[in-house]
Each structure stands twice: as structure tokens, then as C-alpha cells.
């Protein structure tokens, strides 16, 4: 028999750890399925089928013109194809500050894949409407949808997590979007749909986990934290919380957010420019902006357009070269499955270096052995380990981590607007080095991994200097870490919490906010 302290100890250490519970499971599992698989697929979706879709293009353009499309015409019409689609992420990005303030995290997954569900249709009848401008248009609303996807999801994610399991789960999204891209690239297989009579349908099957989300998110709980902080309802928030951890003892977590609450409360809701002009924030905002600039600038997107060409020219067969690309995009998803076991104990500073780190050594290796591969034999083979252990640091480090820290290091109140920030930076490099690369490629070759070499290392660097450890901590606590950097005053003794910080929006002046410590 338990004395009245020891269960309240008890009761305190088990609130303090929380654990996967089925229902927790199952909201990643269909919000990430439902959203993050789609960015992922999206991505990769028209690669294999490209010739089949081009010949489409000339095909329409002929019945309609009696005259066959010339190839100025087609390349600008297949670039946008494939740059609609990032270009479409950038206004999703736009739109998830107002969305999620106004609409839950919950509610704005699910009139996002409205956006799915049409462009998949869309593209899907395509070809029998004999009509290639519905698949560029339908490419921008699939781009809309991912820009909101991409960062709704792990916003949504990081704020339903308990703290010890908020890194892992975080890093989910990130391992749907590499299963999306294989499941794209295995559908893909000209002996599955990626041929002439199949693309229609490898298009349109991308809104089936939309319509899988649309139908089951809605029996699942909006995120606690948004219900209390934004919303300002406790008993909801409470039975929200209550779900999610499958029990009823759920006053630790309520008191954390209660003094994030008091914290903010006369702060109100950031704005992209009261974000960018609060001091307080400062450095948070260019850590994020940084690190995902440094996600996209890092070369991934080249790496990926090289591999064919390097296995191409170590020999392997030009019929095999998209069996090959396939088991690259398995490694993708091995490894990023791996970090969501070890982001928890080795922590999110040693995936970053780590994985900014093998992205540098490889583009710098690659660099030499593309260079000497004409008069080396082996170096073939170099280029593809080099291609592989690049592979692995993207998955590890720079693509998932990111988006797990701009979770962690903005409170309730400044969350949508980094988040905002965050995602159209990311869109907006990816759209920048879709469209830079084939220049870059043309003027310098194999000398274009040098600039990305040194992307990797100057990223590398700042993380190293600037960025936190956030393992295991609560938003508040990681907030306090910040502040010192940012030199906003904080005053603790043993019961209160006092942050004297500047206005929002650079009204000037102080103001004190007291809360209770944890």
C-alpha cells in the first residue's frame, strides 16, 4: 500500500515520461499517411513517366494544331510540370498562419486534402479530357497542398507528443514523405504504371490517402495545446490530453501549458512581421531559416539528378538504372526510419552535424571522382558510395531534424508564424535550386558539388555554434535556453518566472510576465 506522497511521486515520474499509447500512434500514422506520403510521392511521381507524359503534350498539341509542338515549346511546358509543383508549395507555406490560427492544426489537414482530392482527379482524367494545361494547373493546387502538408503536420505532431517522444515523432513526416517517394518510384516501373497506358493512373492515385485521412482524422483530438493556449477551453484541452495519453492524470502537462499560457498571454498571436522584428525571437528565427535553407541548398535534389548518369557510367545497365534508383530511394527510407530510433538518445544537434557532415565529405569526394572517372575505372564506383553515404546524411540529419526544432524552439504564440517563415524558405530554395541547378550543371559539371560542399559546411558550422540541444525538454525550458542567446532578461527565483522581454512588433519597452516553475 502506496503512502499519499509516494503516489504523488509516482504519479509525477510516470507523467513525466509519457508513452506511445495506440491512439497517439494512430494519429501519426494517418496524418503523416494522409499528408507527408503525399509531398513525397508528389515529388517523384513524374519522373519514370515523363516520356510517355511528354509524348502526350505533343500528341494534344497536334490534334489541336494540325502541326507537331516544337522543342522550345515542350521544355518550357515540361519545366512547368516539374516547377509548379514547389512553386505551389511556396503559397501553401503562405497560407498556414491564417489557417491554423483560425482553423485548428486538425481542421486545416482536413481542408487541405480537399486540395489533394480535386488535383488528383484532375490529373487523373487528364488524359481523356485531351488536356495537358489541367496537369501543370493541377500540379500548382498538389504544391498548395504540400506547403500546408509539410509543415501542418509536424506542428500538429510535435504538439500532440509528449516531450521524451516529441523527437521521434517528429521525425515521422519525414519518413513518409522517403516511403512516398519509393512507392512513387516502385509504381513508377514501366512494368507497373509507369508507361504509356499507366501514368494517368499513377497520378491520380495520390488521392486515395487524402481520401483516407478526410474520412478517419476526424474522430481523432485536435492538438491539446491549441484548444487551451489559442482557444482558451482547459475542459477540452483536458479530455483531448486524456485520449491521447490513456489516462486520466493529466495535470503535469496541463500545468506546462498553463504557465506557456501565462507566459504569452498579453502577446497575443505573432505575425510574420512581429515574428521578424521581435528580439526576443531572434535567433530562433535565424536558426530555422538557416537550417532549412541549408535542407535544400545542400544539393539533394542535384545528387538525385546526377545518380542515374553515375550509375549510367559504372557500368550498369541502362534497363536496370531505374531498379537501381529504386534501391536508393529504399536507403532513403532505412535510414530515415533509423533516425526516428535514435533522434531520442543520441539527440537532434548530433543528427544535424552528423548528417551536414556526410553531406559535405561526400559532395567533395563525388566532386573528384566525376572528375576522374574517365581516366580512373574505380572511381565509378566511388561516385556511387559517395551518392549512397550522401543519401544517408540527408536522411539522418538534414531533412527530418529541421522541422522537428521549429516545433520545439517557438512557443503556441510565434509557432504558425515560424512555421510560415520555415516552410516557404524551404519552398522557395527548392523551387530556386530546381531552377538554377541545370545552369549550374551546364557551366561548371561536376564542380557544382563544391558550391554544395561548402552549403554543407557553413550549415554545419552554425549548428554547431548557435543551435541548442532540445532532447528531452519541455518549450518552455528550451525557450529559457534561448533567451540567454537572444539577452532577454530573465529573473528566476524558487516559485516565479520572470521574462521581461520587449514588445512584439518593436513597440519597445518591457513588460513581466510571471509564471510558476515547473
Known amino acids: 500500500m502506496k503512502l499519499k506522497g509516494e503516489k504523488q511521486s509516482s504519479d509525477s515520474n510516470e507523467g513525466s515520461k509519457g508513452k506511445m499509447t495506440l491512439l497517439l500512434a494512430m494519429v501519426t500514422l494517418i496524418s503523416a499517411f494522409g499528408s507527408s506520403f503525399q509531398y513525397g510521392y508528389n515529388v517523384s511521381v513524374i519522373n519514370s513517366p515523363a516520356p510517355y507524359m511528354q509524348d502526350f503534350y505533343n500528341q494534344t498539341y497536334y490534334n489541336r494544331t494540325g502541326v507537331p509542338m516544337n522543342s522550345g515549346f515542350q521544355t518550357l511546358l515540361w519545366s512547368l510540370t516539374v516547377s509548379m509543383f514547389p512553386l505551389g508549395g511556396l503559397f501553401g507555406s503562405l497560407m498556414v498562419w491564417p489557417l491554423v490560427n483560425n482553423c485548428g492544426r486538425k481542421g486545416t489537414l482536413l481542408i487541405s486534402n480537399l486540395f489533394s482530392i480535386t488535383a488528383a482527379i484532375l490529373m487523373g482524367t487528364s488524359e481523356l479530357a485531351k488536356t495537358y494545361e489541367v496537369i501543370i494547373f493541377s500540379r500548382v493546387i498538389m504544391g498548395i497542398y504540400a506547403g500546408l502538408a509539410s509543415n501542418v503536420v509536424p506542428m500538429f505532431l510535435g504538439e500532440i507528443s509528449p516531450k521524451n517522444l516529441r523527437g521521434a515523432i517528429g521525425v515521422v513526416p519525414q519518413l513518409f514523405i522517403t516511403v512516398g517517394i519509393l512507392i512513387a518510384q516502385v509504381l513508377g516501373l514501366n512494368s507497373i504504371l509507369g508507361n504509356a497506358k499507366g501514368w494517368p493512373v499513377l497520378l491520380g492515385l495520390t488521392g486515395i490517402p487524402s481520401l483516407i485521412q478526410l474520412l478517419i482524422l476526424p474522430f481523432f483530438p485536435e492538438s491539446p495545446r491549441y484548444l487551451l493556449i489559442q482557444k482558451g477551453n482547459e475542459e477540452q484541452a483536458r479530455r483531448a490530453l486524456q485520449k491521447l495519453r490513456s489516462r486520466d492524470d493529466v495535470d503535469d502537462e496541463i500545468q506546462e501549458m498553463r504557465q506557456e499560457d501565462r507566459s504569452e498571454k498579453e502577446e497575443g498571436q505573432f505575425s510574420v512581421f512581429s515574428l521578424c522584428t521581435f528580439r526576443g525571437l531572434r535567433w530562433q528565427l535565424i536558426s530555422i531559416i538557416v537550417m532549412m535553407m541549408g535542407q535544400q541548398l545542400s544539393g539533394i535534389n542535384g545528387v538525385f539528378y546526377y545518380a542515374d548518369r553515375i550509375f549510367l557510367s559504372a557500368g550498369v545497365d541502362d534497363n536496370n538504372v ?151 525538454k519541455t518549450f518552455m525550458e528550451i525557450n529559457r535556453i534561448m533567451a540567454k542567446r537572444n539577452k532577454v532578461e530573465i529573473q528566476e527565483d524558487k516559485e516565479e518566472l520572470k521574462d521581461f522581454q520587449a514588445v512584439p512588433g518593436g513597440q519597445g519597452g518591457k513588460k513581466e510576465i510571471s509564471s510558476r516553475e515547473l
Do not use: D
Open 322 to 472: 531505374q531498379y537501381v534508383t529504386v534501391s536508393i530511394g529504399a536507403i532513403n527510407v532505412v535510414m530515415t526510419l533509423l533516425a526516428v530510433f535514435i533522434v531520442e538518445s543520441l539527440g537532434r544537434r548530433i543528427l544535424l552535424l552528423a548528417g551536414f557532415g556526410l553531406c559535405c565529405v561526400s559532395c567533395a569526394v563525388l566532386t573528384l571522382a566525376l572528375n576522374l572517372q574517365t581516366t580512373v575505372s574505380w572511381m565509378s564506383y566511388l561516385s556511387i558510395v559517395c551518392v549512397i553515404i550522401y543519401i544517408i546524411g540527408h536522411a539522418i540529419g538534414a531533412s527530418p531534424i529541421p522541422f522537428v526544432l521549429i516545433t520545439e524552439m517557438f512557443l503556441q504564440s510565434s509557432r504558425p508564424a515560424a512555421f510560415m517563415v520555415g516552410g516557404s524558405v524551404h519552398w522557395l530554395s527548392n523551387f530556386t535550386v530546381g531552377l538554377v541547378f541545370l545552369y549550374m550543371e551546364a557551366g561548371l559539371g561536376p564542380y557544382s558539388f563544391l558550391i554544395f560542399c561548402a552549403i554543407c559546411l557553413a550549415t554545419m558550422v552554425y549548428i554547431f555554434f548557435i543551435v541548442p540541444e532540445t532532447k528531452n
